[in-house]
C-alpha cells in the first residue's frame, strides 16, 4: 500500500484507527484486514479481522483427568468467573463444557470434538476478550495460565471496501506499545496487496478523527514516473485563529515522496494551508476542506491553480482584409 495511509488515535475508551485508501489502489480487493502486534513493530502479527464475526475462543484438552474439587478461573472481558469440578472423576469433556458455561451465567458457550473443549465468548468481535487466570484445573485441560498463551481475543469481519475514501477500525483493548499493519484482500482469489507500514496510537494529537482531513498528492515526472525523495513544504501562515474550539497558532512540516511519489499528512480543517514543492515553481494558499481525503493541488480547494493551462502567445502575421 501506498504510505503513509492510516492515523490512531486515542479516546477514553479504546484505539481508534482511520485509514484512507485511493480508489485505484483498491482496484482488484473487496475487504481490508487489521492485525496487530503485542511485541512490539517486529513482533508477531495477528490478525484483529476474520472472514466473519467470532467469539473470543480457548480450547483445552480433557482426557482422563480428576478435576473434580479442582478450580479453574477465567476472565470474560472484565468479568471474573470461578468454577469448582463437581462430580466423580473423570469427568467427560461435555461434564467440563457444562459446568464451564453454568458458571459463566451467558457468557460463554462450549463445543465438544473428542476430547478437545473449545470455549467461546457468546460477544463476537475483537472487544470479546478471553484469559485463563489461574486455578488447579488448568493444567489438568491444557489451558496456559501465562501471557499470552492464556489470552484470546474475538475477531471483527474484515472491513468491506465500498469505494470510501476512508475507513475506520475501533480496537477497545488496545494498549501503549501495540502496533497495527492493515492490508487488503480479494476474498474471492485470497489475493492480499502489501502491509502497511507499523504504527501505533498517537496520544499527543488533540484534534479528534472527524476534524481532520488528509492531504495528499502524487508527483511525476514528464514520462509519468514517480518522482521519489522530492520534498513537499507545507506552512501555516495564519495563527491565532479559532477552528472547532483549538486555537491554531502555526506551524511547518515537510514531506518527503516516497517510492510511489505519494505524499500525505493529516491537516486541521478550515485551516489555511501554504503548500510548496522544492525544485518547482509550485506554490499556492489553500483551505482545508471538510472531506476525509483531498489533493493538496486540487483547484477547488485554493485560490491558485497550480494546473492553469498556459497558452503560449504566438505572433502571427495579420490577414490583410481589405485587400490592399
Not at 469427568?91 to 459463566?104: E, F, M, P, R
Not at 465438544?112 to 487466570?133: K, Y
Not at 471538510?290 to 493551462?309: I, P
Amino acid at each position: 500500500m501506498t504510505q503513509p495511509h492510516y492515523a490512531a488515535f486515542e479516546d477514553t475508551r479504546s484505539l481508534f484507527i482511520k485509514v484512507w485508501v485511493e480508489p485505484e489502489e483498491a482496484d482488484g480487493y473487496d475487504q481490508m484486514q487489521v492485525w496487530r502486534s503485542e511485541t512490539g513493530q517486529g513482533g508477531v502479527y495477528t490478525e484483529l479481522t476474520g472472514p466473519m464475526w467470532r467469539g473470543a475462543q480457548l480450547v483445552a484438552t480433557v482426557g482422563n483427568n480428576t478435576l473434580v474439587d479442582n478450580a479453574l478461573e477465567l476472565l470474560v472481558g472484565s468479568t471474573h468467573i470461578e468454577v469448582v469440578f463437581a462430580g466423580a472423576n473423570p469427568l467427560s469433556t461435555s461434564d467440563v463444557g457444562s459446568q464451564i458455561v453454568q458458571a459463566a451465567a451467558g457468557l460463554l458457550y462450549s463445543s465438544v470434538d473428542g476430547t478437545e473443549l473449545t470455549l467461546t465468548t457468546n460477544q463476537p468481535g475483537n472487544a470479546a476478550r478471553l484469559q485463563c487466570i489461574g486455578g488447579d484445573a488448568a493444567p489438568i485441560i491444557g489451558l496456559a495460565t501465562e501471557y499470552p498463551e492464556n489470552l484470546a481475543y474475538g475477531t471483527d469481519a474484515r472491513i468491506r471496501l465500498t469505494g470510501a475514501r476512508a475507513y475506520e477500525f475501533r480496537d477497545i483493548w488496545g494498549q501503549e506499545g501495540w502496533f497495527y499493519k492493515t492490508r487488503l484482500y480479494n476474498s474471492s482469489t485470497d489475493a492480499v496487496s502489501e502491509f502497511s507500514h507499523p504504527f501505533q496510537r498517537n496520544k499527543t494529537r488533540l484534534a479528534s478523527p472527524s476534524q481532520l482531513a488528509r492531504g495528499y498528492c502524487r508527483l511525476v515526472d514528464m514520462t509519468g514516473r514517480p518522482v521519489a525523495g522530492r520534498t513537499v513544504l507545507l506552512n501555516c501562515p495564519y495563527v491565532n485563529t479559532i477552528i472547532e474550539g483549538l486555537l491554531l497558532v502555526g506551524g511547518d512540516e515537510t514531506l518527503t515522496s516516497d517510492s510511489e511519489g505519494y505524499v500525505s499528512t493529516l491537516l486541521l480543517k478550515g485551516a489555511e494551508i501554504d503548500v510548496a514543492v522544492a525544485g518547482t515553481a509550485l506554490a499556492r494558499r489553500i483551505t482545508v476542506p471538510d472531506v476525509d481525503s483531498f489533493n493538496l493541488f486540487d483547484a477547488s480547494v485554493g485560490s491558485d491553480d497550480a494546473f492553469v493551462v498556459r497558452v503560449p502567445e504566438v505572433q502571427i502575421a495579420a490577414r490583410n482584409l481589405t485587400g490592399v
